[in-house]
């Protein structure tokens, strides 16, 4: 679509097709600065938690449960097992519930 409309141009190089901008692209990106910072700025707060130490810190520790039950399933009994389930069953909805608290 972006070739039809004159915003990029397409060669075939090494058997791939490789789209390069055209000046008509430029003016349009250009125009539309606006926008793309936006966009820009939504992904960079969906992509970067406000809080990276904590974030870290959290996958670390989601990281560490799955690697000490991975370890140690091979000698958990059915108590254990639905001990183990309920918890985190329990947790997953603690964290829903957290999560759907927010704005």
Known sequence: MLDD????????????????ITPEGEKFLKEQKDVIDKIHGHMRDWQAP???????ETIHELRAIGGLVGRRSH?????????????????????????????
């Open 5 to 20: 409309i004159g915003y990029v141009s397409s060669s075939e190089r090494d058997g791939k097709k490789v789209y390069t």
């Open 75 to 103: 000698d958990l009994g059915a108590e254990k097992w639905g001990r183990i389930k309920e918890t985190v069953s329990r947790a997953r909805r603690d964290i829903e519930e957290i999560l759907g608290n927010q704005g």
């Open 50 to 56: 406000r809080d990276h130490e904590d974030f870290r």
